[in-house]
Nanobody
Framework: QVLLVESGGGLVQAGGSLRLSCTAS????????MGWFRQAPGKEREFIAA???????FYADSVKGRFTISRDNAKNTVYLQMNSLKPEDTAVYYC?????????????????WGQGTQVTVSS
């Protein structure tokens, strides 16, 4: 069974930091782009950040300058470093593997998804 497992979520005060990890099992990793998305209650899933197979990255405007995506192909793991967290960052965060090498913000470009990890930012 293919698995993407997120970890690192939790409760943090506004202004704090968290680092999310997502590890892939039984899934080709290094040749594909990876993405992070989030979904808040009552809202649609939204794109946060993506990283290409070669390490190029881009971000949603809402997190640019605060979040950093990175990957370690030797560990089949993608990370999301989240700094200066705000209450509006509260959501379930999902990692996903793309169908292609290059980064994309469209959820339809991702065919494998993790189960999500809750991030709650208190004011």
């Amino acid at each position: 069974q293919v698995l993407l497992v997120e970890s690192g979520g939790g409760l943090v005060q506004a202004g704090g930091s968290l680092r999310l990890s997502c590890t892939a099992s039984r899934l080709s990793f290094s040749s594909f782009a990876m993405g992070w998305f989030r979904q808040a209650p009552g809202k649609e899933r939204e794109f946060i950040a993506a990283i290409s197979w070669s390490g190029g990255s881009f971000y949603a405007d809402s997190v640019k300058g605060r979040f950093t995506i990175s990957r370690d192909n030797a560990k089949n793991t993608v990370y999301l470093q989240m700094n200066s967290l705000k209450p509006e960052d509260t959501a379930v965060y999902y990692c996903a593997r793309s169908i292609q090498r290059y980064s994309d913000s469209n959820t339809a470009s991702y065919n494998y998804w993790g189960q999500g990890t809750q991030v709650t930012v208190s004011s």
